[in-house]
Every structure is written in structure tokens, then in C-alpha cells.
């Protein structure tokens, strides 16, 4: 079920440490796809980038005060990225995106303590897999109300600027670093 993430080749040491982690986790506990796991628990998200690999395509988070990346919890479907086509196409309003097959990274993330749908949730860690999207930038778009409060495109000089997560800006910055070395893949839309 998590072959994935066995077969995934780590790009650094945090990556080779996190899917280490990952692989322990799953050995110990069977409800790692669950919010249920309340240390723990898989999530899959997305970097979506336009076809010209310049933009990328951010929702401003409710619970994270935050801009970023779109994606969300597995819920216990073992599809890490058809959950993240699933998650961005919720919560950005696009339509059609074309997904590359394989993982762009792998992470562990402190989520802190929050209210989420009047609903208390600890402190945990979301262990993420994440997937890059492409989708033209011209697609409607529209934020998710529940989720986010808005959605937008943002050229690759200036995203950064714009995310309030300190902790989130290696790991974008490490992703789209590494979804560069796909631009010259081939993209069949």
C-alpha cells in the first residue's frame, strides 16, 4: 500500500530522515491514512504550477493564516495522489490539471493545536507527500470558503513574500527547486 513512498529516491538528508520516520510510523500503527492517528497521519498535497513553470497557484488558509500550497488529509484512501488532484481541485476551483506520476517530496510537518469546524485537534504531524500539478493559469478560479478565504496566481520572484509559515519556506522553496528539473519532461495535456 505504501510503495510509493518505499520506492521514493530522497533528494537531501531531511527527506532520507522523514521517509525513514514515515516507514517506522507505518510499522506501528495501521490507522496512518486516519485523522483518527491524533500523533499522526498521512496527507498528500500539491504545487501547482502554470505550463510555463513561472506561477504558482496559492489558497490564503484560514487555519494557518497563512498563503500555500493546497492539499489535505487522506482520509484513508491510500491514493496520495489522487488525493492531491482531489484536494487542489477543491480548493482552487480549477478544473483540469495534468499530474506528474511520481512524488516531488516528502515531508513531516508540525501542525499546531486549532479549532477546525468548531472542533479542538492537537498538536500533530501531518506526514505529507506531495505532487506536482500543471494547470493553465487562464482556468477559473475560486477559493474554497470553508478552507481558504481566497486563491491566487504568483509569479516564482514573489511567492515567498507572501507566506507567514517561517517553517514552510524551505520546504517550498526545496519543491519547486526540484519541480524546475521537470519543466523538460514532456507534458501531454
Given at each position: 500500500m505504501f510503495k510509493e513512498?518505499?520506492?521514493y529516491q530522497p533528494i537531501n538528508e531531511q527527506e532520507t530522515t522523514d521517509k525513514k520516520a514515515m516507514l517506522d510510523f507505518i510499522k506501528h500503527y495501521d490507522n496512518t491514512l486516519s485523522r483518527d492517528n491524533l500523533i499522526a497521519h498521512f496527507t498528500s498535497s500539491a504545487i501547482v504550477l502554470?505550463?510555463?513553470?513561472?506561477?504558482?497557484l496559492?489558497?490564503?488558509?484560514k487555519i494557518y493564516d497563512s498563503w500555500g500550497w493546497v492539499g489535505g488529509h487522506n482520509d484513508n484512501d491510500p491514493d496520495f495522489k489522487k488525493v492531491a488532484i482531489k484536494e487542489a481541485k477543491e480548493e482552487t476551483g480549477i478544473s483540469k490539471v495534468f499530474a506528474f506520476?511520481?512524488?516531488l517530496g516528502i515531508d513531516t510537518i508540525y501542525v499546531p493545536k486549532h479549532i477546525k469546524r468548531g472542533h479542538y485537534v492537537p498538536d500533530h504531524l501531518h506526514l505529507n507527500i506531495t505532487y506536482l500539478l500543471i494547470a493553465d493559469e487562464h482556468q477559473s478560479i475560486m477559493?474554497?470558503?470553508d478552507e481558504n478565504t481566497a486563491v491566487k496566481w504568483?509569479?516564482?520572484?514573489?511567492?515567498?513574500?507572501?507566506?507567514?509559515?517561517?517553517h514552510m519556506l524551505p520546504i517550498y522553496e526545496k519543491l519547486l527547486m526540484k519541480a524546475k528539473t521537470y519543466q523538460t519532461k514532456s507534458i501531454s495535456q
Amino acid at each position: 500500500m505504501f510503495k510509493e513512498i518505499i520506492n521514493y529516491q530522497p533528494i537531501n538528508e531531511q527527506e532520507t530522515t522523514d521517509k525513514k520516520a514515515m516507514l517506522d510510523f507505518i510499522k506501528h500503527y495501521d490507522n496512518t491514512l486516519s485523522r483518527d492517528n491524533l500523533i499522526a497521519h498521512f496527507t498528500s498535497s500539491a504545487i501547482v504550477l502554470n505550463k510555463d513553470f513561472n506561477k504558482i497557484l496559492f489558497a490564503y488558509h484560514k487555519i494557518y493564516d497563512s498563503w500555500g500550497w493546497v492539499g489535505g488529509h487522506n482520509d484513508n484512501d491510500p491514493d496520495f495522489k489522487k488525493v492531491a488532484i482531489k484536494e487542489a481541485k477543491e480548493e482552487t476551483g480549477i478544473s483540469k490539471v495534468f499530474a506528474f506520476d511520481e512524488i516531488l517530496g516528502i515531508d513531516t510537518i508540525y501542525v499546531p493545536k486549532h479549532i477546525k469546524r468548531g472542533h479542538y485537534v492537537p498538536d500533530h504531524l501531518h506526514l505529507n507527500i506531495t505532487y506536482l500539478l500543471i494547470a493553465d493559469e487562464h482556468q477559473s478560479i475560486m477559493h474554497k470558503p470553508d478552507e481558504n478565504t481566497a486563491v491566487k496566481w504568483f509569479t516564482l520572484d514573489e511567492y515567498l513574500s507572501y507566506v507567514s509559515e517561517p517553517h514552510m519556506l524551505p520546504i517550498y522553496e526545496k519543491l519547486l527547486m526540484k519541480a524546475k528539473t521537470y519543466q523538460t519532461k514532456s507534458i501531454s495535456q
